[in-house]
């Protein structure tokens, strides 16, 4: 079974955008003073601090889209609601 084409494409974007995250975490790979709730300071690497942020956005976020998904699928599934309205036949004029 062969590949289309935008999901050839998709791959590529994907690796080169993995390829640029990597070359990115290498060259900023900088110690940051971080201050934990219990007021103690630890050291961490930029790219982890800023990986762990993402993922404290992104988890909550995507849980949250899994568990609306079904009510969204029961609401396409229900055929669409048609109005009835009653015409009467055109009248004469006379």
Do not use: Y
């Not at 930029?46 to 889209?65: D, E, K, N, R, S």
């Amino acid at each position: 079974m062969a590949m289309r084409p935008w999901a050839i494409f998709r791959w590529v974007f994907l690796a080169a955008m993995a390829a640029v995250f990597i070359l990115l975490a290498a060259s900023n790979w900088t110690l940051v003073d971080f201050i934990l709730p219990d007021g103690t300071a630890k050291a961490l690497p930029l790219p982890l601090l800023l990986g762990g942020a993402f993922l404290a956005g992104v988890i909550p976020t995507w849980i949250w889209h899994v568990l609306l998904r079904p009510l969204a699928s029961g609401r396409s599934a229900r055929p669409p609601r048609v109005e009835h309205t009653q015409t009467s036949a055109p009248t004469s004029g006379a």
